[in-house]
Nanobody
Framework: QRQQVESGGGWVQAGGSLRLSCDAS????????IGWFRQAPGKEREFVAG????????LFSSAAEDRFTISKDNAKTTVYLQMNSLKSDDTGVYYC???????????????WGQGTQVTVSS
């Protein structure tokens, strides 16, 4: 049994908003960076956004950069993903992961949460 990492997923109409939380204390390592990924049915896992613990440097996918924001609370060891103007294409299971570098590739991250479902109706 493992501590829950991701939370905040659910159902929302297109145009709505959700805020996801990543409690990194539930991961095997905090890492130097936290990345958010998502995976839709029948599709490969893709990078959404990421942030470094120190310096707060961020990275976004093209799909997320105009609508999503990422932030962190170092004292709580928690990273947040604020998702606005949601579209049906945003539907999927969202995961957070810790890694040494702030990169877009899933293989760059070594510790993963269990995921949280996000469903956006059209």
């Amino acid at each position: 049994q493992r501590q829950q990492v991701e939370s905040g997923g659910g159902w929302v109409q297109a145009g709505g908003s959700l805020r996801l939380s990543c409690d990194a204390s539930g991961l095997s390592t905090r890492g130097n960076a936290i990345g958010w990924f998502r995976q839709a049915p029948g599709k490969e896992r893709e990078f959404v956004a990421g942030i470094r613990w120190i310096g707060a440097r961020t990275l976004f996918s093209s799909a997320a950069e105009d609508r999503f924001t990422i932030s962190k609370d170092n004292a709580k060891t928690t990273v947040y993903l604020q998702m606005n103007s949601l579209k049906s294409d945003d539907t999927g299971v969202y995961y957070c992961a810790a890694g040494q570098y702030l990169r877009r590739g899933p293989d760059e991250y070594e510790s993963w949460g269990q995921g949280t479902q996000v469903t956006v109706s059209s």
